[in-house]
């Protein structure tokens, strides 16, 4: 009868079905100053010991994804709950004899071991589990810089198919049974989530605050970030150099370092190149959302070192942040996450088909400040776009199309000298095999001063000759047509397929269309339709269209356009008679570049 109206007492304060959120207020019942049952406070301290322990020393502290084997090492064994329910047995008889369970007790204190249970279980499960409103689902992460993908996302309805291998304790009259730790998780008002998820490195990262921006602090409210820092940084924990050691890095040489040297052959062992691209490789370290807006485009022989220097910046960003890449395709893949949260992408093996077929993607990626992150079944999402492109092709051929106002390819040819040069590559591995020579060699772009470089912009690029011979093959058939014109008649005039001689810079559309398609047949080009080959016209200097009572014409200014394209492709494109001879090179045949664009149907023309 006593025991009967404790338990009922218990029920008026405590909700015996979620005790976690309830206050104790008995008081008829051991407990110490603190209000703690005396009977399991020493069980309960030696649970925590040791699960502190184990997640934030052992072995579940190393784990670097999640695994459901960590998950249960931290759960309380089933001998505990044992231990708390003898301890709950009381004499009911004078003598003593006969014991019964005193449930009101049982249900505190067993509470308190199902609440420990699931806390721990918990903590670990949203250390790589999270929810995000914004994709109306759960995202999985895995920690550390593996090669794998950085987060997964599927719905909160497969949240318990996927994971019903994970129990939890739970009271089911007065027995601990067990349940699935998923259902208990959703409705937790406590439970890990965000309503948005970013990618947002810092603007701004100098040598001395590096480790400022690694930690969970970089979490805005509701907002998951997916920056993390660099490996390289993460690994110094929070080291702080001194003034000499600052100094010294700053001053860094290539004679000092085999790493810069590398460099240096990278761009063609040409000093304005070199110094071009370390200011492209120190605005990657220091700002690390801002894009500089330009690719990087390095054509040699097979075995310049382009995997050693992929290496290298997996030593100093980790492999989460760099993409390596034969493939262009998987790139431009509309539901892949190729780009996502990534800082550098490699193509290693680039090839001429890639780089046309894609042109218009990859060169809005190369300024786009923004992604749209468009999962299969996910509602479609932007996050800010930090990707810059580094592109290798062993192809004497273009490999990229640069068009005639382009501001977005820096290419340069390597130092091939250095493929047969021995010992080059030893020790070159041994640099970057040794700490100290990458901290030094990022210490070095980390102090490197851009404020020139943020003036001019990068856009502001030495121009190479196989700069130059690739815009010129990258040429569009409406310009090598409109050279034609010009050169044709040494640009005084043009014959029509009906064969009347024009000698006026007044030239009717439909019949210059025409022409143009009978010398795409001839050339074995592919004509664009009239409209694209109108604008496409009428965007050089010197071409003006109106509209007159016979039909459309054109006007062109024949010297005007002439140095408007001469001044755009930097050379002169209009050899005639004299002129010619001076492209000559020694064995007395044209340079091939200018003898593809100047050549004329022998028939004359249009093919008469």
């Known amino acids: 009868m006593k025991l009967e109206k404790t338990l009922n007492d218990v029920k008026k304060n405590v909700d015996l079905d979620n005790m976690a959120t309830q206050p104790i207020l008995r008081r008829d019942i051991a407990v110490d100053e603190e209000g703690d049952f005396v009977g399991t406070n020493m069980l309960i301290m030696n649970l925590r010991l040791f699960l502190d322990w184990k997640t934030e020393t052992g072995s579940v502290s190393k784990s ?77 992460v895995r920690l550390g810089d593996s090669i794998l993908e950085d987060l997964e996302t599927f719905s909160i309805s497969a949240l318990k198919n996927l994971y019903c291998n994970l129990k939890i304790y739970k009271f089911k009259k007065d027995s601990i049974v067990k349940d699935y730790f998923t259902r208990q998780w959703q409705e937790d008002i406590d439970m890990r989530q965000y309503n948005y998820f970013e990618f947002e490195p810092p603007k701004r990262v100098s040598i001395d605050d590096y480790y400022e921006h690694t930690g969970d602090e970089r979490h805005q409210e509701q907002t998951y970030n997916l920056y993390n820092g660099f490996k390289l940084e993460k690994d110094l924990n929070f080291r702080v150099f001194t003034e000499e050691e600052k100094e010294y890095m700053k001053n860094l040489t290539r004679e000092d370092s085999k790493l810069l040297e590398h460099c240096y052959n990278l761009m063609g062992a040409d000093d304005e190149c070199y110094e071009y691209f370390l200011d492209w490789l120190a605005h990657l370290m220091q700002y690390r959302r801002m894009l500089p807006d330009v690719a990087i485009v390095i054509i040699s022989k097979q075995g310049l070192g382009k995997g050693s220097f992929a290496k290298l910046m997996n030593r100093i960003m980790g492999e989460r942040y760099i993409r390596k890449s034969a493939e262009m395709g998987k790139m431009m893949d509309k539901h892949s996450n190729f780009l996502c949260n990534r800082f550098l992408v490699i193509f290693e093996e680039m090839k001429g088909a890639d780089g046309f077929k894609h042109y218009s993607n990859l060169k809005s990626l190369i300024t786009d400040k923004a992604q749209v992150l468009n999962l299969k079944n996910k509602p479609i999402c932007n996050i800010t776009h930090c990707v810059r492109f580094l592109c290798f092709s062993n192809s004497g051929s273009a490999v990229v199309k640069v068009g005639e106002n382009d501001r977005k390819y820096y290419i340069v040819e390597g130092n091939n000298a250095i493929i047969e040069k021995k010992g080059y590559f030893t020790d070159l591995h041994k640099n970057i095999d040794d700490d100290k020579k990458v901290i030094e060699f990022w210490g070095f772009l980390m102090q490197r001063d851009l404020t020139d470089r943020l003036e001019k912009t990068f856009k502001v690029r030495p121009k190479t000759e196989i700069y130059k011979d690739i815009k010129m093959s990258s040429i569009s058939n409406i310009l090598k047509f409109t050279l034609n014109i010009l050169m044709s008649e040494e640009g005084k005039g043009i014959r029509y397929k009906d064969g009347k001689e024009w000698v006026s810079k007044r030239l009717r559309a439909n019949k210059l269309y025409e022409s143009y398609k009978d010398w795409c047949s001839f050339s074995t080009y592919t004509p664009y339709n009239p409209v694209a080959f109108g604008r496409g016209l009428i965007e050089y200097k010197g071409v003006s269209k109106k509209r007159t009572n016979k039909g459309n014409v054109y006007y062109i200014d024949f010297e005007t356009m002439k140095k408007s394209i001469n001044e755009v492709y930097e050379r002169d494109m209009f050899c005639y008679d004299d002129d010619v001879r001076d492209s000559e090179d020694d064995s007395g045949s044209l340079d091939s570049d200018v003898e593809e664009v100047v050549k004329v149907n022998s028939k004359g023309w249009f093919g008469n």
């Open 64 to 140: 670097k994804q999640f695994s459901a084997h960590d998950w249960k090492t931290l759960e309380v064994p089933v001998k505990y709950f044992d231990k708390v329910r003898n301890s709950c047995l009381e004499k009911i008889d004078v003598k003593g004899n006969k014991l019964a369970l005193n449930k009101a007790k049982w249900h505190v204190e067993a509470q308190r071991l199902i609440d420990l249970d699931y806390e721990y279980k918990k903590d670990y499960f949203e250390k790589f589990h999270f929810k995000v409103i914004q994709l109306l689902g759960i995202v999985r």
